[in-house]
Nanobody, 117 residues
């Protein structure tokens, strides 16, 4: 079993930065792909970024150039968020996937990010 625990959310002014962390524990060798998703009030959960392999990453167009996903050897996944905008306000979720594609298998509980204008 795998457990994912996010941290690092909070309140920040527009233009500011936050770094989210996701600590993975358990059988982490089974989750080669890690991602971040977010869900704003009244909206569906959406993809933000994912990382796999050695430093490979892909981003949603809405965050490209502002957010950076990374993963360290201790199986902690980070999401560095710069130049934050009010529309980035959401609950951010960390997720892990065993397969190369398809639905994610493991989810964290989420961390709130609020960007004030």
């Amino acid at each position: 079993q795998v457990q994912l625990v996010e941290s690092g959310g909070g309140l920040v002014q527009a233009g500011g930065s936050l770094r989210l962390s996701c600590v993975a524990s358990g059988h982490t060798s089974r989750i080669p792909t890690m991602g971040w998703f977010r869900q704003a009030p009244g909206k569906e959960r959406e993809f933000v970024a994912r990382t796999w392999g050695v430093g490979l990453a892909i981003y949603a167009d809405s965050v490209k150039g502002r957010f950076t996903i990374s993963r360290d050897a201790a199986n902690t996944v980070y999401l560095q968020m710069n130049t934050l905008k009010p529309e980035d306000t959401a609950v951010y979720y960390c997720a892990g996937r065993v397969a190369l594609s398809g639905p994610y298998d493991y989810w964290g509980q989420g961390t709130q990010v609020t960007v004030s204008s």
